[in-house]
């Protein structure tokens, strides 16, 4: 059966940022209707049903784009399906009041960046290894994101997760640098074990950020010693982050995964 239908999906807001509205970014329109912040896209469907879903998964894309850019994790409170064109009659919902809220507002060069990442994610194929990186990458960010205000170490874990997930993808070149520096230097005659040794997650999340290009200062090393904690906590006792070192660990995923993807641009 062929689309027919032509429907504009609508995901309300609980909280977004004061802008400029009536922007167009990846296919999304933002907006404010019934007092509240409004997220958009149109899309072909046979049903309502089959609408709601296709629309909510760009919408999903976008916001999660807006989260890894902005640090913060946006709620819908209500998503909205309504026909616009095609077989008659049109279906429509009734609209609901809502109290405003916003965040801190949201500048046009953040938005430029924003437009950038999602026109690289729109071109990337499915079937890459580094796209299926970057959705997990995201995913983990999220539920960061998610966690924060009631469960700050979990919250940590999850943006840890998402810096070690990129820096595995450079693990053989990292190894390969590794090989080519100890052949060129006094340690060339190490033992397999002896080298083993030096391929510390530190060491490779810092060879990461170098490839990256992202500035880490003495970061990666506090990030790294406080993960460890976990590991030797395990799970009988919790483990207390810092605001200073929780933001760290999130900044450092937020780079990481913008770095990652405008690297990925490159390829295309």
């Keep these: 059966m062929s689309e027919e239908n032509t429907y504009r999906v609508k995901a309300f807001l609980q909280l977004f940022h004061k802008m400029e509205l009536g922007q167009e970014l990846g296919g999304c329109k933002i907006d404010f209707e019934h007092n509240q912040y409004v997220i958009s896209t149109v899309v072909s469907a046979n049903t309502p049903e089959e609408a709601k879903n296709k629309g909510f998964l760009r919408l999903s894309q976008v916001l999660s784009v807006f989260s890894i850019h902005t640090g913060v994790s946006y709620k819908v409170n209500r998503l909205h399906t309504e026909q616009i064109s095609g077989k008659k009659p049109y279906l429509h919902m009734g609209a609901v009041e809502f109290v405003r809220q916003t965040y801190l507002p949201i500048g046009a060069k953040k938005i430029g960046e924003i437009e950038k990442t999602l026109a690289i994610l729109d071109k990337l194929p499915d079937e890459k290894k580094s796209t299926k990186i970057i959705d997990n990458a995201i995913n983990y960010f ?16 999850n943006f840890y997760k998402v810096i070690e997930l990129i820096a595995q993808d450079f693990q053989e070149s990292f190894h390969q640098t590794l090989q080519n520096q100890l052949a060129s230097s006094l340690l060339g005659g190490i033992t397999k074990e002896e080298r083993t040794h030096l391929l510390t997650s530190k060491r490779l999340i810092r060879f990461m950020c170098l490839q990256l290009g992202i500035d880490i200062s003495n970061d990666v090393s506090q990030i790294v010693e ?16 810092s605001f200073k070192e929780f933001n760290k660990c999130k900044a450092l995923a937020i780079k990481a995964i913008i770095n990652y993807i405008h690297q990925q641009a490159h390829s295309l």
């Design 142 to 157: 999220l539920r960061g994101c998610y966690l924060e205000t009631t469960w700050r170490s979990e919250s940590f874990l």
């Design 226 to 241: 406080l993960r460890h904690k976990f590991s030797a906590h395990a799970t009988l006792k919790e483990v207390d982050v």
